[in-house]
């Protein structure tokens, strides 16, 4: 990892947001989450990359752990060493500081919607899905990598239907809640990006599938994805 203090100061951006880097990974969920965000935002801090996958993986040794007491990607470092990390309260933080375009929709209800589906996402389907998880199902409950995969796969079509629902529910528009992409979508993209990985096809969510061929069409969700 680098160590570098460099502010960004970003070039479109209607406040500078003090970001010295953000501790990022190319395959992550969660850091895409937060690449899109910051992309939607028009800004475009320093990358450390952290590697988390396999014997290379860096996350869980004393410097990254110094930085970021979970050993999760992704997280910020502002200028004045403050480290934020947890993407939901990272996007809020940039939401707050550069409020175009805004992330969360008008209205209580319709935020606390979109926070719903954002939290469904980021709480009750991602963990299964994670290295630490699927290392502690393989090396130490003694899974075999068929079974795990099966046990990923479980939890995340069963939270996906759930998630079918809930857009149903509070969906306005074109995306997940109305005609603006904002937290909901920032969290079902990468979660849906997973689900195909795991050989799921979209077709069997309607509505989540219509919803992401819709952000897939915008650069913040497709130049920022995963390889
Ligand atoms: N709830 C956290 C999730 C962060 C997380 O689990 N990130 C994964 C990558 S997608 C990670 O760092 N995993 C490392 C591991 O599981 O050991 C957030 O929203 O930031």
Known sequence: MNISQTPVVPSNASHA???????????????????????LKRL???????????????????????????????????????VLTQTLAIIE??????PAPPLLPKGAAARAAARSVALAVACDIHPFGTPRVGLYLGETAGLAADAVRDWTRHWVGEGLDSVERLVALHRKGRYAIDDAPG???????????????????????????????????????SETAPA
Do not use: M
């Not at 004393?62 to 999760?72: D, F, H, K, S, T």
């Not at 195909?196 to 069409?217: H, M, T």
């Open 44 to 82: 475009d801090p320093k990358r450390d990359p952290v590697v988390i996958h396999g014997a290379a993986a860096t996350h869980r040794e004393p410097v990254y752990a110094g930085i970021n007491p979970q050993r999760l990607v992704p997280a910020i470092e502002l200028v004045d060493g403050t």
């Open 17 to 39: 947001v003090p970001i010295a880097r953000v501790f990022d990974n190319d395959r992550s969920s969660a850091a895409y989450r937060l690449r899109i965000a910051l992309h």
């Open 93 to 98: 933080y940039l939401d707050e500081l550069v």
């Open 183 to 221: 937290i909901a979508d920032i969290f079902l993209a990468p979660q849906a990006l997973v689900a195909e990985r795991l050989g799921f096809d979209l077709g069997q969510w309607p509505i989540l599938a219509k919803v992401v061929a819709s952000l897939r069409r915008l650069p913040a969700f």
